[in-house]
DNA sequence: GACGATTGACCGACCAGTCAGTTATTCTGG
DNA sequence: CCAGAATAACTGACTGGTCGGTCAATCGTC
């Protein structure tokens, strides 16, 4: 059974833009060129702005792409677990895959907010983002409250802190002098202080300190 | 007396700063020009050759300064309060002053995190300001453990995150589809998440202020 | 041989950086 | 105090190179 024209199309716009990731997150948006992404891609320049209306599009598509498959894989771990806490662990382990893939994400998504915050086709890409995000945040949130594990007011409210914490300290991580060996101590921040954030000041499982 | 040539230098190179700032604000710093630089300080273009040894060089030196001048105005409304709660509130007074200015500086902000991300003398600027940021947001965490009116557990972790939800919120409003609307709701959620988070669950008793 | 996919030479716009030349300022000796 | 020399500040045309986008030619497949 032959895949058809339209598939294969697809497959081809989805090696470039896989390439262009790529070379996005090494570069930065602004000074990748055409010829770079088709180069990585193994074809010739041309052929990017055949699959491609301009490099601008390529770029939004880009982005599209990456939250959609972000998106997917937030779903997919929080649903696989039962407890909220576990959820937001989960959730964690999925932001901080690794130093490198971690280090590329971010760079690509940095480029995008910068272009986010000026450019209206790309701003509603963002808006797009943080709706899911918001979402599988929420409900998350929701759901501890509901079991009385978290001790939030405003289930909106914490979901935006939720993911403000996530990107935050991403930030902090990208300047870090040696990123590799501070990888896990920021990912353990992670964890710890948004639990601290949602579940208040005392750790849920260990007893220990308390102010 | 006359000002030295020292002094007259340094403000020919500030006044390039800033409109360099004011530019970069607007477009970016991978479509700023050289020219777009000298238009806005109403020069000619050579001359931000003559004052800078580069286009990089000038953006490291912009990004210098504009991190000197937000550590000394986040040090001045911090030292202006008494209460760990109210240097705060001063915090986040400062860093919302106003749509627009916040939209201007986030901008620039996010560019720099970006060039921050790939480009070894703009990581240690960022490392910098980072580190500055951590030493006022550790002295205003360590003070509200003492009084016992914030019930986090680590100051330095503590002071990450809340820089992390600065950064993250401001992020989030950026791809928002009406920033000026959504400008109060941003600075409140700041400022109420960010107690929220230093003390605990339960509001912290009033000191005559409205939610 | 027809037609979509692919190539890469080419074009024009753009831009960082250079530099020869111009203007403003300071210096010097008469 | 001044002429004019020396120096500093400044200008903008120019250069060399880059890159997004175009297109005529070629390739591969049915």
């Given at each position: 059974m032959a895949r058809s024209a339209a598939t294969q199309e697809a497959e081809k716009r989805l090696a470039l833009l896989k390439?262009?990731?790529r070379v996005v997150a090494e570069k930065g948006f602004s000074?990748?060129?055409?010829?770079?992404?088709?180069?990585?891609?193994g074809v010739s320049k041309g052929i990017t702005l055949y699959y491609f209306d301009s490099k601008e599009d390529l770029?939004?598509?880009?982005?599209?792409?990456?939250?959609?498959?972000?998106?997917?894989?937030?779903?997919?771990?929080?649903?696989?677990?039962q407890d909220p806490v576990e959820k937001?662990?989960?959730?964690?382990?999925?932001?901080?895959?690794?130093?490198?893939k971690n280090r590329a994400f971010f760079r690509a998504y940095i480029?995008?907010?910068?272009?986010a915050a000026r450019k209206e086709p790309f701003r509603e890409v963002g808006e797009r983002f943080y709706r899911g995000c918001r979402d599988i945040d929420r409900a998350i949130v929701e759901e501890g409250m509901r079991q009385g594990a978290f001790v939030v007011r405003d289930p909106v409210e914490a979901a935006s802190t939720l993911r403000a914490i996530f990107d935050g300290l991403m930030l902090q991580w990208l300047t870090e002098p040696e990123p590799e060996?501070?990888?896990?101590?920021?990912?353990?921040?992670?964890?710890?202080?948004?639990?601290?954030?949602?579940?208040?000041?005392?750790?849920?499982?260990e007893k220990g300190r308390k102010p």
């Amino acid at each position: 059974m032959a895949r058809s024209a339209a598939t294969q199309e697809a497959e081809k716009r989805l090696a470039l833009l896989k390439a262009a990731f790529r070379v996005v997150a090494e570069k930065g948006f602004s000074s990748v060129t055409l010829d770079d992404i088709a180069a990585r891609a193994g074809v010739s320049k041309g052929i990017t702005l055949y699959y491609f209306d301009s490099k601008e599009d390529l770029f939004r598509q880009l982005f599209g792409w990456l939250i959609d498959s972000i998106h997917a894989r937030m779903k997919d771990a929080v649903e696989s677990r039962q407890d909220p806490v576990e959820k937001v662990r989960a959730l964690v382990a999925l932001i901080f895959p690794s130093p490198s893939k971690n280090r590329a994400f971010f760079r690509a998504y940095i480029d995008f907010c910068g272009l986010a915050a000026r450019k209206e086709p790309f701003r509603e890409v963002g808006e797009r983002f943080y709706r899911g995000c918001r979402d599988i945040d929420r409900a998350i949130v929701e759901e501890g409250m509901r079991q009385g594990a978290f001790v939030v007011r405003d289930p909106v409210e914490a979901a935006s802190t939720l993911r403000a914490i996530f990107d935050g300290l991403m930030l902090q991580w990208l300047t870090e002098p040696e990123p590799e060996a501070s990888f896990e101590t920021y990912r353990d921040r992670c964890e710890r202080e948004l639990l601290h954030y949602l579940t208040g000041p005392m750790p849920p499982r260990e007893k220990g300190r308390k102010p």
